[in-house]
């Protein structure tokens, strides 16, 4: 059972700065042999869940929502078994709880529908 747990959210100013971090846990040593992707979402209330950033294994090719381009960036540690993603320039419309995942043999579009979810950290962008 693989296990992610998401820390780093907090109460920030806008145009703040926030980096969230997401310890994978309880995979097999052979996880790192499939195809996998891994991520983040979001949720604000009232909102549908949307996917904020996504990372895969073949190559380490990044995706962004339009969103975000330009303010975030995910990136990973694969010795900490952790995924971050750096989010800067942060505006209010960027509330939300965020979530990772990760599932083996998705890509990034696929990946909505992952079988490992954390519990999610919140980030509230505030004055």
């Known amino acids: 059972q693989v296990q992610l747990v998401e820390s780093g959210g907090g109460l920030v100013q806008p145009g703040g700065s926030l980096r969230l971090s997401c310890v994978v846990s309880g995979f097999s040593l052979d996880y790192f042999l499939h195809y996998y992707a891994i991520g983040w979402f979001r949720q604000a209330p009232g909102k549908e869940r949307e996917g904020v950033s996504c990372l895969t294994s073949d190559d380490g090719n990044t995706k962004y929502a339009d969103s975000v381009k330009g303010r975030f960036t995910i990136s990973r540690d694969i010795a900490k078994n952790t995924v971050y993603l750096q989010m800067d320039n942060l505006k209010p419309e960027d509330t939300a709880t965020y979530f990772c995942?990760?599932?083996?043999?998705?890509?990034?579009?696929?990946?909505?529908?992952?079988?490992?979810w954390g519990q999610g950290t919140q980030v509230t962008v505030s004055s």
């Open positions: 995942a990760t599932d083996t043999a998705v890509d990034c579009e696929g990946l909505s529908g992952a079988g490992s």
